[in-house]
C-alpha cells in the first residue's frame, strides 16, 4: 500500500528564516506526492504535486518541494518564511486502484509549522 | 469560482440524533470525497463517489454512517444515531476529470465541526 511518513508533529523557524518540512514516502510503482496545506478553520488547500520531471517542483505562495528518489522524500521547503506561513501542512501520495484505475490520495498525519516573528 | 461548499457549518447536537451533513462540489467536477478530521486519528477517508457512484466506503466507520450522491451536485453525510465519538471536522472534497497529467488535485471545502453532546 502507498504511504507517507511526517516525522515531524511541529517545526519551528523564525521568519525570514529558511523552513522545511518533512515527508518521506513508500510506494509501489512511480510516485505522485502532494503538498497541501491547512489554516485554521479552513479546508485542505493544493500547494504543489510531482509527477514527473525536475526534482524541484515550485507552488503557491513561495514554496517549493524537491524529490530525492534515492532517499524516498519530498520535502517542502520555502526560502524565507513569513509569520502568516504558519499553519497545519500535509504529504499526500496517489493511490490508484489497478483493476479500476480509480484515485485517491493517502494524507501524512501532518506537521504544523510555527514561524515567530 | 465557487469552491466546494459545505453546510452546515457547525452543528451541534444530541447524542442519538440524526446529523445531516451537506456538500456541494465544484461545478464540473466528477469525484466526491468525504473525510473525517480529529486530533487523535487525522484525516480520515470516509468515502468517494465517481460520477456519483460510491466507490470505496472501506473508510466508513460504522453502520451508524451512510453517505449518498443524488446527482452530480450535491452530497450527503449521515450518522443515525449520533454518538459523542463522532465529535469531529468532516470534510468534503471534490476533484476534476483526469486531464493534462492525469493527476489533478483534490478541492476542499471548509468542513462541518460536528459536536455530538
Known amino acids: 500500500a502507498q504511504s507517507v511518513a511526517q516525522p515531524e508533529d511541529q517545526v519551528n523557524v523564525a521568519e525570514g528564516n529558511p523552513l522545511t518540512v518533512k515527508c518521506t514516502y513508500s510506494v509501489s510503482g512511480n510516485p505522485y506526492l502532494f503538498w497541501y496545506v491547512q489554516y485554521p478553520n479552513r479546508g485542505l488547500q493544493f500547494l504543489l504535486k510531482y509527477i514527473t520531471g525536475d526534482n524541484l517542483v515550485k507552488g503557491s505562495y513561495g514554496f517549493e518541494a524537491e524529490f530525492n528518489k534515492s532517499q524516498t522524500s519530498f520535502h517542502l521547503k520555502k526560502p524565507s518564511a513569513l509569520v502568516s506561513d504558519s499553519a497545519l501542512y500535509f504529504c499526500?501520495?496517489?493511490?490508484?486502484?489497478?483493476?479500476?484505475?480509480?484515485?485517491?490520495?493517502?494524507f501524512g498525519t501532518g506537521t504544523r509549522l510555527l514561524v515567530s516573528p | 469560482d465557487a469552491g466546494v461548499i459545505q453546510s452546515p457549518r457547525h452543528e451541534v447536537t444530541e447524542m442519538g440524533q440524526e446529523v445531516t451533513l451537506r456538500c456541494k462540489p465544484i461545478s464540473g467536477h466528477n469525484s466526491l470525497f468525504w473525510y473525517r478530521q480529529t486530533m487523535m486519528r487525522g484525516l480520515e477517508l470516509l468515502i468517494y463517489f465517481n460520477n456519483n457512484v460510491p466507490i470505496d466506503d472501506s473508510g466508513m466507520p460504522e453502520d451508524r454512517f451512510s453517505a449518498k450522491m443524488p446527482n452530480a451536485s450535491f452530497s450527503t453525510l449521515k450518522i443515525q444515531p449520533s454518538e459523542p465519538r463522532d465529535s469531529a471536522v468532516y470534510f468534503c472534497?471534490?476533484?476534476?476529470?483526469?486531464?493534462?497529467?492525469?493527476?489533478?488535485?483534490?478541492?476542499f471545502g471548509d468542513g462541518t465541526r460536528l459536536s455530538i453532546l
Open positions: 472534497a471534490s476533484r476534476p476529470p483526469r486531464g493534462g497529467d492525469g493527476n489533478q488535485p483534490q478541492h
Open positions: 499526500a501520495v496517489r493511490d490508484r486502484e489497478a483493476n479500476t484505475g480509480f484515485q485517491k490520495l493517502v
